[in-house]
């Protein structure tokens, strides 16, 4: 073990609009992709990412990427403390190395982007992320010798910002899953040795399952991982470049123990909580159904972070039943889903095993059959669609119209997001506002419709029982009226 790495501090923080709970709502924080908008900053801030709590600075809950890297770095022997961003200022002096947590630094993911570009100004979590790197103490202590690392799934655009890494003196961008290099990369910052610059994890350097460890602090919402990876390798995706790997039940179960320290559920997190288990792209009845009873045999409820169509409409059956289990601890949950084009055409091209063990061609009757079956199960799922793929033709943006038509009476929410190159797509072109032609317009119009019918009835779902929802929801229900009032002015009916 490092002398060094034992009497210096290493402090991980995130921004604002990611240390916050959301009102224990993971589909609030959609919310920070938003730009400001009528509503005052402060009451937005207050709706939809108000500070966690902490106890001296330090969360009592944190992202569950920062506390996989706690986790990591306090087995390898370091002294690490996570610490809410307003309270920087008490830590970073005594800090050596800051570690700090990325999504979407600058607002360039496919949802805050769309937003950006149609609102024409800078999203509220890319407005926090600079505001973090811009605060004072942080700047003081960069002139005494503290060293910049970042981590996160949304590392890949300080690409498109070397500016900003120079004028705010990030010394190290790591992209990928960092468990078996951190602790090397801290070691030498610590010994004020070079960094690289840009770090991006060889595929030789992903961890194995025994190599990933077990958080020791709670994470937000009660986020636990059950796997990494994904099999599907749509084109315009990065997470297809990892290898897919499922934890064990106990590993599992560890994590909810640690996260039930501040009470709640469990959300599961992988790209496709159906798979738990599999081999393939067919689920493993067995192995699901266990998952589900032996996570809610320990805590009071449970959601899902994504979940495929294809692997819904292939087992209707075990969907009822998993169904069924969830659904004697409570009234719904929800899930991530990419519907991402109506056409099979398109599917073919960008996606050709998103649909299996369906054919690529069968994708539209495989968005109606999941989509149907989430309905009835209530599984409420949070859509997406992708805008402006390079190969797109106005014949498969027609065919996503007509597929948004045959959705209208499914409680979901549909979210179109303009085409961001990553994936094997990295190299293409972005698409903007400016590419918009009159189909894109109409589809967009369809989504934004789609999601007023429903939306009062999910802000209802989303806060039933909750102490706080008399209070809450007026806010949100005020935020909708207005966001209708301007579009109907624009003449969306
Ligand atoms: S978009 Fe979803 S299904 Fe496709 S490769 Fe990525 S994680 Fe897998």
Redesign the pocket.
Known sequence: MDKAGESCKVVLTADRTLMSDYHHNEFVGFGTCAPPNVIPDWLYKFLFFPPIKTNDGVPVAAPYGLRKIEAQLLTEGFNVVTVDPDYLWKYVDEARVLGIHVMDPFGLGPASSTFASILKKEPFLAQYFRMLMEKPEIKRAKKHGLKIIIGGPGVWQFKYRPKFVEEHGIDCIIEGEAEKIIGRIVRNALNNEDLPQYYEVPACETPHLDEIPEIVAPSINNLVEIGRG?C???KF?S??LRPLRWYPYNKILREIEVNMKVGGGACLHA??VMLYGSKSTIPDDEKLIKLHETVLGKCEGIGWSHC?LAAVASKPKLFSKISEIILAKQSWWGAEV?IETGSAELAKKI?PA?AHPFKPEEWPEVVRMGMGLMHDYKLIPACTLIVGVPEETEDDIIKTIELMDDLKGIRSLIVPLFFVPMGRLKDEDWFKETKMNQLHMELLIKCLKHDFYWIDSLIDLAFKGKWYAKLLRPFYRLFVGVIKYKAKKAGIR
């Open positions: 994904c599907r390798g749509c995706c997470v297809t790209e496709d495929s990419g996606m998103k």
